[in-house]
T-cell receptor, first 115, second 112 residues
Framework: GAGVSQSPSNKVTEKGKDVELRCDPI?????LYWYRQSLGQGLEFLIY????????KSGLPSDRFSAERTGGSVSTLTIQRTQQEDSAVYLC?????????????FGPGTRLLVL | KQEVTQIPAALSVPEGENLVLNCSFT??????LQWFRQDPGKGLTSLLL?????REQTSGRLNASLDKSSGRSTLYIAASQPGDSATYLC???????????FGKGTLLTVNP
């Protein structure tokens, strides 16, 4: 596609429910990143994929958070048993190491509200 | 651990003014530095990227500088316009771990 797309654009859920957020990176981009933007906290790194592997999961806040990537393309971020503090904008980015300088291109984000 | 600070947190100026946004960082071992723009309810748009070997980059009315030795970067916006109103984010790429470390941003309002 022309850019990084994310779905849904908005999600409202009840505390304790599971949610899945989807990211479609730019075609051909091998690297994919998830970030979270919370009110007053700024943007924080969650996880990085190179192909289907996640060499850096250091930013995942708890074991309720998991992510996977299939076919070197689409990625899903799953939050189990959501809590109110999970409310934030979840941003996905992709990049290609074959294009210098390597720049991360961001999607529009998914706005998650946990009631 | 890299820490990125942006000053001011918010800035309001009249149209036509030249302005400077500041970004400071604690670890000078960076691969590159990027300035992003974020409009309300939108994702991030990359404005300028400065590689660690460079001192500055220019695009139209925007000029970004990088001084690794002092841990500082500035984004200069010339002849500001109401359409420049947005949040401006500074982000550092460390290279080895592939993640961007962001500042909290400067909310810019340009008044007509």
């Amino acid at each position: 596609g022309a850019g990084v797309s994310q779905s849904p654009s908005n999600k409202v859920t009840e505390k304790g429910k599971d949610v899945e957020l989807r990211c479609d990176p730019i075609s051909g981009h091998t690297a994919l990143y998830w970030y979270r933007q919370s009110l007053g906290q700024g943007l924080e790194f969650l996880i990085y994929f190179q192909g289907n592997s996640a060499p850096d999961k250091s930013g995942l806040p708890s074991d309720r958070f998991s992510a996977e990537r299939t076919g070197g393309s689409v990625s899903t971020l799953t939050i189990q048993r959501t809590q109110q503090e999970d409310s934030a904008v979840y941003l996905c980015a992709s990049s290609s190491p074959f294009v210098a300088p390597e720049t991360q291109y961001f999607g529009p984000g998914t706005r998650l509200l946990v009631l | 651990k890299q820490e990125v600070t942006q000053i001011p947190a918010a800035l309001s100026v009249p149209e036509g003014e030249n302005l400077v946004l500041n970004c400071s960082f604690t670890d000078s071992a960076i691969y590159n530095l990027q300035w992003f723009r974020q409009d309300p309810g939108k994702g991030l748009t990359s404005l300028l990227l400065i590689q660690s070997s460079q001192r500055e980059q220019t695009s139209g009315r925007l000029n970004a500088s990088l001084d690794k030795s002092s841990g500082r970067s500035t984004l200069y916006i010339a002849a500001s316009q109401p359409g420049d109103s947005a949040t401006y984010l500074c982000a550092l790429f460390g290279g080895s771990n592939y993640k961007l470390t962001f500042g909290k941003g400067t909310l810019l309002t340009v008044n007509p």
